[in-house]
């Protein structure tokens, strides 16, 4: 297979036999895939300086099975990365899609929620909206979507009822629950803007993700907490 300068953000790099790196990128038509860029450690390689996270890239492949062989790297665009708390935030985002997702799946809908998620991070957005929607998006697009305007027996939400997700049933009502009706309507409808549902938003939808993810902890969570 060969593949010519599709766009592409990489979520993670690590050395590979001392002068080459192994990559994980993101494409928007061909999904997540593990490249190999050989020689792009040695002094002056053109590419080294542009193989970073959350800059949009347009890569060229080739090469058949899990692990294909990069023959080309160019920008799109000038980088504008996320810095300070904001960096973690675009590290959050990369973790959950390198943990999530199978590799060659496409997601053209969550490669564009990503892109103007990163954009919206490197322009100063409040973190909050920006992650509940991308976290929303990615459930959704990766199998894992959540029904939210009925419970688990099928009756309509109530907007004053508190209520707990069973990720295998859905809603269940329960004054313990981690939120109120109200909170999974606004989820529903996509009203991640108000800032009196993002706590209860930030439970509901971390306590799903750690569901998929096997209960194994993030290390970018980790490093927020610090």
Known sequence: MRVVLAAAYLLHTRPYRNTSLLLEAFSREHGRLGLVA??????GHRWRPLLQPFRLLRLSWQG???????????????????????????????ELLYRLLHRHDPHPPLFDAYHDSLRALAAGAPVEPCLRRFEWIL???SGYGLELRVDAQGSPIDPD????????????PDPQGVAAGATL?????????????WPEMKRLLGGVLRHHLGGRP?????LWRR
């Open 64 to 94: 058949r099975g899990d692990l294909g062989t990069l023959s080309a790297a160019e920008p799109e665009g000038p980088a504008k990365p996320p810095a300070g708390p904001l960096l973690i935030a675009g590290f959050y985002l990369n």
């Open 38 to 43: 050989r020689g792009v450690c040695r002094p």
């Open 185 to 197: 309507l606004a989820l529903a409808a996509g009203r991640f803007d108000e800032p009196a549902f």
């Open 161 to 172: 009822r508190r209520y707990r997700y069973d990720p295998e049933r859905g809603a269940v």
């Open 139 to 141: 459930l959704r697009e």
């Open 218 to 222: 993030l290390h970018s969570r980790r």
